[in-house]
């Protein structure tokens, strides 16, 4: 299983720390938008030590054996976005929530974290969702057990207590 949080923590590291080159896109200084989206996948397990490519590949080869794809407003945490994959003026990065992307950029020439809208690149843009997480594209069991365990203790002691406010 991979972990979206090992990928986002690769941007995180590297937020504000490198600049953005397509000649220099394999580190440690420097990546392009499709080297950085490789090297946090790797990071989070989701594709094997010494994968890389560019944003048309991750759209043909890459994400289609372990992501979905999904629509614009599905998007959450660890989905990802790739603009315009097929030309040299593409894009591509990581949601951080349906607003907010981090993704390595000329523009910022850095990695950077910044608004969605209007910072994705040029249309058409495709999004996909990873499969096989463990941790934030997964519910939140815990809570969920909590409320369930919540509302059976309320069933069970309704009539004793008469009215059940709620505290959570």
Same mark, same amino acid.
């Given at each position: 299983?991979?972990?979206? #949080?090992?990928? /986002? ?6 937020? @504000?720390?490198? !600049? ?8 440690? $200084?420097?990546?392009?938008? !499709? ?7 790797? *990071? ?12 048309? !590949?991750?759209?043909? &080869? &890459?994400?289609?054996? /372990? ?12 989905? /990802? ?5 097929? *030309?040299? %003026? @593409? =894009?591509?990065?990581?949601?951080? +929530?349906?607003?907010?992307?981090? =993704? ?5 020439? #850095? ?5 969605? +809208? ?6 058409? &843009? ?5 499969? #096989?997480? %463990?941790?934030?594209?997964?519910? %939140? ?8 365990? /919540? ?5 069970? $002691?309704? #009539?004793?207590? @008469?009215?059940?406010? =709620? *505290?959570?």
């Amino acid at each position: 299983m991979g972990s979206i #949080n090992n990928m /986002i923590q690769w941007f995180k590291d590297r937020e @504000g720390k490198v !600049s953005y080159s397509q000649d220099g896109r394999l580190g440690p $200084n420097s990546y392009d938008c !499709s080297s950085a989206v490789y090297f946090a996948l790797i *990071a989070g397990g989701f594709i094997p030590e010494g994968s890389m490519g560019w944003t048309g !590949s991750l759209n043909d &080869t &890459t994400l289609p054996p /372990i992501a979905k794809k999904i629509s614009r407003s599905e998007c959450r945490r660890g989905d /990802i976005f790739l603009s315009k994959y097929w *030309a040299n %003026d @593409g =894009h591509t990065g990581v949601f951080l +929530d349906n607003a907010t992307i981090i =993704h390595c950029n000329a523009f910022d020439n #850095n990695i950077q974290t910044t608004v969605a +809208d209007g910072r994705m690149g040029p249309e058409p &843009t495709e999004y996909y969702r990873l499969n #096989n997480t %463990d941790d934030e594209n997964k519910p %939140d069991t815990e809570r969920q057990t909590l409320k369930v365990r /919540i509302y059976l203790w309320e069933l069970k $002691n309704k #009539n004793r207590l @008469g009215e059940v406010v =709620h *505290a959570c």
